[in-house]
C-alpha cells in the first residue's frame, strides 16, 4: 500500500471496525552501560544488536503466530508529520526491535507502529530535546519511575512481613494443639527454633522470590506457551497496591494505537500483531487488552498525570505557551502514532549500518488516534 492510500484509508477507518489478535510480549531492556554497548556494537557494523535481553527467545515466540505489526517501548511518535526521517532515528528503531523481521514472523517485512507517550517527547518539535523544558519533563519521569520502584519495595515488604506473621501465627497454634495432645501421655513435642525461623522466614522469601522471578522468565521463555503460562501466574500475583499511571497509561496508548494501526493497514482477519515492552507493563497488560473501558479510563488516568507535569513544568521554565494550549498540545501528542514499514536487510554484518538501516526502514505515514481523542475529548 502506497503511503498516499495509507493516508487515505487512516482518515476512513472506523473505530472497532476489526477485532485483530494482539500479543503482549514481555521483555528486559538494555539500559545504562548495556544500552550504550550495543550502540556501539551496531555502529561497528553488527546488525544483530538489539536492546533486549534474550531477543533472539522473543523473536522465536512471536514466529509461532508470525505478526503483521509490532508496536515498540520506548519509540515515541515523531509529532510532526511533515518531518524528513533521519537515519540515526531509524537506527534507534532498529535496536529497539527484539530481532530482524525474518527471524520474528518468517516475513521479509514487518510494521512497526511508533506511539510510546513517554514524558521526553511532549513538545519536543516546539522545545527541542537539548533545553531546560526537556530536562525538567526528563526529570518528572525519572521521578515516576523511582515512584513506581519504591511502591514496589514497600508492597514486597508489607507482603513478607504479613505472610512471615500469618506463617509464625500457624505454627505457634499447631504447637500448642500438639503440646496439650500429648499431655496425656507424658510426651512433649516441639520445633526447633532454627526450624521455625526457617519456615517463618523461608516460606514467605519463596514466595517474594517467586513473584519477582516469575516476570524475567516470562521476558526469556522461547516458546509462547511457557510466556503465556507465567503471564497468567503474573496476573493472579499481580501487585494489588503499586499501580502506576505512568507505566499502565503508556501500555494502555500503545495498545489502542495498534489495534487502529492494524485498522488503517487492514491486513487479513486472522492477521495479529505484537506489542512489546518490559515486563512491568505486563502486569494490567491482558486485562488492558480484553477490556477497552478499562483501557479507555486508564489512558484518561495518564493524561491527567501528564498534564499535572506539564503544568509544574511550564511554571518553572520560561516558555510562551498559554495553559489550554499545553494541554491541547498534549492531547495531541497521546494521540500521534508513525507507522513504518521494516524490511529484511538479509546479513547481519554491513561496512555502513546507518546507511543500510536508512534504506531498509520506510516511513509509511503519521496518523491521529481517533479511538485515544475520543475518550480524552472531554479533558481540555
Known amino acids: 500500500m502506497e503511503r498516499k492510500e495509507l493516508i487515505e484509508s487512516a482518515n476512513q477507518v ?14 528486559i531492556h538494555l ?10 556494537k551496531f555502529l561497528s557494523g553488527d546488525l544483530s544488536a538489539h536492546n533486549w535481553v534474550a531477543g533472539s527467545a522473543i523473536a522465536r515466540r512471536m514466529r509461532e503466530y508470525s505478526p503483521q505489526v509490532l508496536a ?16 540515526n532515528e531509524k537506527a534507534h528503531v532498529w535496536r529497539w526491535l527484539p530481532a530482524s523481521p525474518r527471524e520474528m514472523s518468517g516475513r521479509e517485512s514487518i510494521y512497526v507502529v511508533m506511539g510510546d507517550p513517554l514524558y521526553q ?14 530536562d525538567e519533563l526528563a526529570r518528572l519521569e525519572n521521578s515516576a519511575i523511582e515512584d513506581y520502584v519504591l511502591k514496589l519495595i514497600r508492597e514486597e515488604a508489607a507482603t513478607y512481613v504479613s505472610t512471615a506473621a500469618l506463617i509464625s501465627g500457624a505454627i505457634v497454634l499447631a504447637q500448642l494443639r500438639s503440646r496439650r495432645g500429648s499431655q496425656g501421655d507424658g510426651e512433649r513435642r516441639g520445633m526447633s527454633r532454627r526450624k521455625f525461623l526457617a519456615l ?20 526469556i521463555a522461547p516458546f509462547e506457551r511457557m510466556t503465556d503460562f507465567f503471564q497468567g501466574v503474573m ?41 512489546l515492552m518490559g515486563y512491568p507493563h505486563g502486569y494490567e497488560a491482558p486485562e488492558l487488552i480484553r477490556n477497552s473501558q478499562r483501557r479507555a479510563f486508564v489512558t484518561r488516568g495518564y493524561a491527567k498525570e501528564m498534564f499535572v507535569a506539564i503544568d509544574e513544568v511550564v511554571k518553572k521554565v ?10 491541547e498540545a498534549l492531547i495531541d501528542y497521546l494521540s500521534l502514532m508513525d507507522i513504518l514499514k521494516v524490511n529484511d536487510p538479509g546479513i547481519t554484518r554491513v561496512d555502513n549500518p546507518l546507511g543500510v538501516i536508512d534504506t531498509t526502514i520506510e516511513h509509511r505515514g503519521h496518523f491521529k488516534s481517533r479511538r485515544i481523542r475520543e475518550s480524552l475529548k472531554d479533558l481540555v
Open 235 to 275: 496476573e493472579v500475583t499481580r501487585y494489588r497496591f503499586s499501580h502506576s499511571n505512568w507505566l499502565d497509561g503508556r501500555t494502555a496508548v500503545l495498545i489502542s494505537k495498534t489495534e487502529e494501526a492494524m485498522n488503517i493497514l487492514k491486513p487479513p482477519r486472522d492477521a495479529s500483531a505484537s506489542i
Open 31 to 40: 539500559f545504562w552501560k548495556w544500552g550504550v554497548d550495543v550502540e556501539e
Open 200 to 219: 517463618a522466614g523461608g516460606i514467605p522469601l519463596l514466595l517474594v522470590g517467586a513473584r519477582l522471578s516469575t516476570p524475567m522468565m516470562a521476558s
Open 318 to 327: 520560561e516558555f510562551d505557551i498559554s495553559k489550554q494550549e499545553a494541554h
Open 72 to 87: 515498540l517501548d520506548t519509540v515515541i511518535s515523531d509529532f510532526d508529520p511533515d518531518i524528513v526521517r533521519g537515519e
Open 121 to 134: 517527547g511532549i513538545l519536543r518539535r516546539q522545545v527541542g530535546q537539548e533545553s531546560q523544558f526537556a
Open 14 to 27: 472506523e473505530v472497532n471496525k476489526e477485532s485483530y489478535r494482539i500479543h503482549f510480549e514481555p521483555g
